[in-house]
Nanobody, 120 residues
Framework: QVQLVESGGGLVQAGGSLRLSCAASGSGFGIYTMGWYRQAPGKQREMVATTSSGGSTNYADSVKGRFTVSRDNAKNTVYLQMNSLRAEDTAVYYC??????????????WGQGTQVTVSS
């Protein structure tokens, strides 16, 4: 079992920066692919960035070059550095821990979400 708690959201002007943190409790943090997802009002939840247990990263096209995901396995924490923020980045941001196992099985854990609002 993994519990995830996000922090760092808030209100920022367009062009500004924020850093989100997600602290995980429970065992096995290092084996999970950690990710950030977001959901804007009236839209589906979408992947923003992920980092695998091996450290490889993946980004949505809309945030490439502006956002950076990183993890500190010693602190059981994953971060999302968001620069050059735009109004369209406004959403609730969720932290995710995912583990694939067996044949096609997936285990997902979610945080409660943190609001990011970018004013234009």
């Amino acid at each position: 079992q993994v519990q995830l708690v996000e922090s760092g959201g808030g209100l920022v002007q367009a062009g500004g920066s924020l850093r989100l943190s997600c602290a995980a409790s429970g065992s096995g943090f290092g084996i999970y692919t950690m990710g950030w997802y977001r959901q804007a009002p009236g839209k589906q939840r979408e992947m923003v960035a992920t980092t695998s247990s091996g450290g490889s990263t993946n980004y949505a096209d809309s945030v490439k070059g502006r956002f950076t995901v990183s993890r500190d396995n010693a602190k059981n924490t994953v971060y999302l550095q968001m620069n050059s923020l735009r109004a369209e980045d406004t959403a609730v941001y969720y932290c995710n821990a995912r583990r694939l196992y067996g044949l096609g099985n997936r285990q997902d854990y979610w945080g409660q979400g943190t609001q990011v609002t970018v004013s234009s």
